[in-house]
């Protein structure tokens, strides 16, 4: 079975990486695949840039077998759909290997509104993480699948190739990339919310508005 969660990661920090890791064991598999996507440029300039993100997630996951970095998003042209890297993925898989994604609720509730949405549980599983907020609309589309097509039991996303939808409750760690961000500009340690090589490597390059020099 192949597991992919995606995100922008800027900068990659222990939120997602425990979430990673959580999710390899809950899901029963050897390796999560983490899959960094395009950020439209309107963030401003302390950004960093799809390369300089990719190195940081590299070198968090540089010393765990069990998490991968899936660059394909950022080497394909152009904006990033979901259900085209899924199809990649399932003529790379071939038919029958269990696929999933994984999404937190956040951005499950508009998945609706996704680009060829209908597609995605014809290709893969829908692993939705709970996070904190209001949650799904109860009336709307995303609640329903869940209803329709849900499973309780993570054992049954091997059984098939895709099609089910499955709600986790993992732990989650109080880390955001946006708070990192402000922490970093505004001259505030970040240390110990994201791997060390992380942030040296942000420091050496001066991102976020880092300062190069002085001790980590
Ligand atoms: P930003 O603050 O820039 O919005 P973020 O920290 O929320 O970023 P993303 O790169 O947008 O991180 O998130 C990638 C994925 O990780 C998303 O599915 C998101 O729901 C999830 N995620 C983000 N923060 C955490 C966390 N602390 N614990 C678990 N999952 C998280």
Redesign the pocket.
Known sequence: MHVI??????P??H??L??AIELKERLGVSEVALVPCHIPPHRGSTDASAAQRLKLLQLAVADEAGLVVDARELTRKGASYTADTLRQLREQLGAQEPLVM???T??FAGFDRWREWERIPQLAHVVV?R?PGPGLDPQGVPAKLLQDHGISDADQLHSAPGGYFLELDPP??????????DRILSGRSPRYLMPDPVWREIRSLGLYGACPDGNI
Not at 176 to 181: L, Q
């Open positions: 969660y995606g995100g922008t990661f800027d990659v920090h939120g997602h425990r979430l994984v999404v937190g956040d951005a993480v996070r989650l760690l109080d880390i955001s990339a946006t708070g990192i961000r």
